[in-house]
């Protein structure tokens, strides 16, 4: 080969004068090292996948969702929360500065910027080290991210009374209610399908009065006297009318 054929020089060092692509070998240039992207590396991909939702199918039949009961427009003591993973940010809207006149700071501003950051942090820490202690900005920024949102959820959690939650949406078994009886006129007359309900199904503010296994008389009992968090002389009819509603409840029978 002659000196300098096909080599241009530059100072002292040689430079190629074509430039070929810098194209990758191929995967049977390694064996034992690589495989072929289809179908073992698919197949392997696929089986655990088939795995995992296997075991989710098991979950789902072992531990069923929480279903609630069909929603009530009228039950305004009802407690609606988000799923747990939304609670800091249902948590952010019961401070003031976030909250009211400001619900747009709460419900748009605040989670904007902090998600606006997290998208912008590889873009603002474009340093070439990986381990946390040398990345401050980047480190810092996910720590207050993790704190923020645990401390917020931790505020939401504390601040609910579950048992009542879980007695709210609770699924209450329905009875066949005859509308023209003069129990259920009773019934309506002296407000008391104000709490328990058109369907006696009750909600947030009084217990289901469908299949509960007491007497005429133990139901005229607590609607003179109260019971729990109904107070003594809630009924205000007669004699008569009282008979004909504790009749009617004790009565009533789940479907």
């Known amino acids: 080969m002659h000196r300098g054929k096909g080599m241009k020089f530059v100072g002292d060092s040689r430079v190629p004068a074509e430039r070929k692509p810098n194209i990758p070998k191929d995967y049977s240039e390694y064996p034992g090292k690589t495989e072929a992207f289809w179908p073992n590396f698919l197949l392997k991909e696929w089986m655990v996948g088939a795995v995992f939702l296997i075991g989710y199918l098991c979950l789902t039949i072992a531990h069923p969702s ?48 902090a998600f606006g950051a997290l ?40 601040a609910v009374d579950w048992e009542a939650k879980e007695a709210m949406g609770k699924i209450v078994e329905e009875a066949e209610i005859d509308t023209s009886s003069d129990g ?19 909600g947030s503010a009084a217990p289901s009065l469908v299949g509960t296994g007491l007497t005429a008389e133990e139901v005229a009992d607590i609607a003179k006297n109260g019971v729990g968090k109904m107070p003594p002389g809630m009924y205000k009819g007669n004699d008569e009318d009282l008979a004909k509603l504790s009749e009617f409840i004790s009565t009533l029978e789940a479907k």
Not at 125 to 152: C, E, H, N, W
């Open 66 to 113: 929480p279903l609630e009961r069909v929603a009530d427009p009228t039950d305004t003591g009802y407690l609606p929360l988000p799923d747990w993973y939304f609670l800091f940010l249902y948590q952010l809207l019961k401070y003031t500065y976030a909250s009211g006149p400001y619900n747009i700071i709460g419900a748009f501003i605040i989670p904007g910027l």
């Open 119 to 158: 998208m912008l942090a590889p873009f603002i820490d474009r340093g070439p080290k990986r381990r946390p202690t040398q990345r401050p900005f980047a480190t810092g920024f996910m720590l207050l991210s993790i704190a923020s949102i645990i401390f917020l959820t931790w505020e939401s959690v504390v």
């Open 184 to 202: 259920f006129v009773v019934y309506e007359e002296n407000g008391c399908i104000n709490c328990h309900g058109d369907n006696l199904a009750g």
